[in-house]
């Protein structure tokens, strides 16, 4: 017989190819195996690659490098977002206690993560952790006549620990969270940052300020001018280089940063903006805008319906940042007024109340959805307070002797900036005043400048 591949004769057998031409199939057998192999490793590398980018992207990538805007800070700082969660500030359910909540970002699953008799504020999510400033009663020492924390605890609610303890101005209710650092006001008005864990305590500038706004790349600030009574606003460095005036002799309110322009308030509430070293200012919306916020090339802020017509009902307006729309769009109509509206991915944060309650919601930027946070009866709980007095009342009349027992006082009041209080409104805090309200707009306002402070 002869062999099928190249016809040289073989002797008769099970084998159809000569010796040679054996040799050579298995050569490419073999050849084959080893491309199939190399193509199979190649695909699993990928595939691994892959994992591991995804992997770290869920774990890292979706990890707040700045832990809050300025607009929120500037609105008090009650939430704030990382991930799938949005973290929040409320009291409990009988506005005994303030404390901190997560809720997902679609709204479901609220978490309470921490409970405190001091107000919390400004709250920043960075990393695994959260970084907030504890307020306490006032003690009137000749020491320290407020006692004010620093804390940071991981974002299960555990490990909460005090990196700063009364260290700080105790008129500084703003921290920032950025570049692994937390920026604060001093004891002596200056700039400072610490290390997240607290320690490393340094001077970022000597300029004597009582504001602070921070971005990732700069500082915004107030700063009186010499031989004046005026207070002008600068921009500086992160590193505390550079100081100049954002406009020259100029005081600018409700500061946002977006990108190199800086959006902002005049005496007037009208909305204007600047491009950060332009030295111009462009006017945005001519309208009175209170407790400006920013977030995704649009301005957040609280005015009246139609004050002109003597409408006062107070609304949450949004707007572009670049004015193409001059009619501003109404996200949500409020039943009072809210002291702040903070912007959260996809929601604005607020507080509201009525006749017989009072609330904190999320509503839809675009005002499609809300969701309720926290909301209190007042009728509900006069009755159980009631209700607890006669208990007492009767408990001791059956007892014939009561040892005294010692009690906090007020310890359902906070004495700076509470959310919420049992009596239907919200406090006046004149130290974090984001708006000077006059006696037309306090309802809007709700807060008092100081002369240092600015918005």
Known sequence: MNCTKCGKEIPDGENTLCKECQKKESKKEKSGEGKKNNVIIIIIAIIVILALLVGGYLLFGRNNKIGNSIGNIRNY????????????????????KIGIYKVKTNGSDKKELYMSDADILSLNVCGNYLYFIGVGAEIFTEEDEVDNKIYRMKLNGSDLQVINDNEFNNNCYEIYVINNSVYYI????????????????????ENGTGYLG?????????????NSSDYVTYIMNIDGSNERPILEGKRLYSVNVEKDYIYYTNEDKQIYKTKIDSGNEELVLDTTAYNLNLKDNYLYYLNYLDFENEDLTVCIFRIKTDGSSQEPEKVKTLETYSSFIDVVGNWVVYLDSTDNSAYIKMVKVDGSKEEELFSLNYDEQNVEENQDAVSNETTEGNTETTEPVETPENTNEVDTNTVVDTNNTTSDTNNVSNETADTNTAAVANETSTENTVQ
């Open 77 to 96: 700082g009650y939430s704030c977002t990382q991930g799938n969660w949005i973290y929040y500030v409320a009291p409990n359910e009988d506005s005994s």
């Open 186 to 205: 001093g004891v002596d008005a200056n700039i400072y940052k610490m290390k997240l864990d607290g320690s490393d305590k340094t001077v970022v500038t």
């Open 214 to 226: 921070i971005t990732k790349d700069s500082i915004i600030y107030n700063k009186m001018e010499e």
